[in-house]
C-alpha cells in the first residue's frame, strides 16, 4: 500500500512546536480531510484547537507503507 506523508509542525498550548507526520493513503488528496486527521490527533495530546493549515501542514513524500500501519490506515484513514 502507498501512503501519502504529510510534514507537520504546530505550535503547541504551551509554545513549544510540535513535530508529527499524517499518514494516509496515497488516493486522499484534499487537504482539508488530512487536516482533520491531524486535528483528531492533536485531540489525543490535549492540544485541541492549535491552528493546523497548510502552513503547519505540508505534503512530503510518498512511500511504501509500513505493514503494522497498514490495517489501521484502511480501517482509521
Not at 509542525?9 to 513549544?16: A, I, N
Request: proline share 3%.
Amino acid at each position: 500500500m502507498k501512503v501519502a506523508v504529510w510534514d507537520t509542525y504546530v505550535t503547541r498550548t504551551d509554545g513549544r512546536v510540535m513535530h508529527f507526520d499524517i499518514i494516509a493513503p496515497a488516493e486522499f488528496k484534499d487537504a482539508s480531510l488530512i487536516h482533520g486527521f491531524g486535528r483528531n490527533y492533536l485531540k489525543t495530546k490535549d492540544q485541541a484547537g492549535q491552528s493546523l493549515t497548510s502552513r503547519e501542514c505540508s505534503f512530503c513524500h510518498v512511500e511504501t507503507i509500513r505493514p503494522e500501519w497498514e490495517q489501521s490506515i484502511r480501517q482509521d484513514g
